[in-house]
């Protein structure tokens, strides 16, 4: 994993914690090349009627369904529009796509595009949450605060948003990245 490699961010902000009963709130797509942000791609979705939403996750993403109604695309618009983005991008589709707690953020994506019949993003997904376990194994804490405060990084507000997650989480990823590499070259060779 080389840091300077291209690779896409992705992150959800949601109406819950469960991608089969709850909806996806809005998504943010964060293109690095270069250890260097290129240029991001983030929407509001519209509430989706199959899936519930928590007023809890809206105190932590700070958005509301009236918010959602008004400034969100439908669902089947958004991901065509993700992979009309993507497409302006070189291998933009096959690229690998990291997120923080990738399990997460991948079940609200593999529901949506099953939903909607619309898959943009094929390349391999890596979790930055399970490499910070691998960068710090003697931290207790590897959310996504807790590994922003170890590479030096903060947030704009205690809000979390799709499109701020995406970009830190980004440079998150290359920070860790470097780490290693950099510990990596000031090891000891075994002879």
Not at 18 to 35: E, L, R
Not at 53 to 72: M, P, Q, T, V, W
Not at 157 to 186: C, P, R
């Amino acid at each position: 994993m080389n840091p300077d490699n291209p690779f896409l961010f992705l992150d959800y902000e949601t109406g819950g914690l469960k991608p089969y009963a709850h909806g996806p709130a809005s998504i943010a797509v964060a293109y690095f090349n270069g250890g260097q942000l290129v240029k991001s791609f983030s929407h509001s979705i519209k509430p989706v009627g199959s899936r519930g939403y928590c007023l809890d996750a809206f105190k932590i993403n700070g958005l509301s369904l009236e918010r959602l109604e008004s400034e969100g695309l439908d669902e089947l618009e958004v991901y065509k529009s993700l992979t009309r983005w993507l497409n302006g991008i070189n291998d933009g589709r096959y690229l690998p796509v990291w997120a923080h707690n990738a399990e997460f953020d991948l079940g609200f994506y593999a529901d949506g595009t099953n939903r909607v019949k619309v898959n943009p993003l094929l390349g391999p997904w890596g979790c930055t949450k399970l490499l910070s376990k691998h960068v710090w194994p003697n931290a207790t804490k590897h959310d996504l605060n807790s590994v922003l405060i170890r590479v030096g990084l903060k947030r704009s507000s205690d809000i979390h948003g799709a499109l701020e997650d995406a970009t830190l989480g980004g440079y998150a990823y290359v920070a860790m990245l470097q780490k290693l590499t950099s510990e990596a070259t000031t090891e000891e060779p075994n002879v």
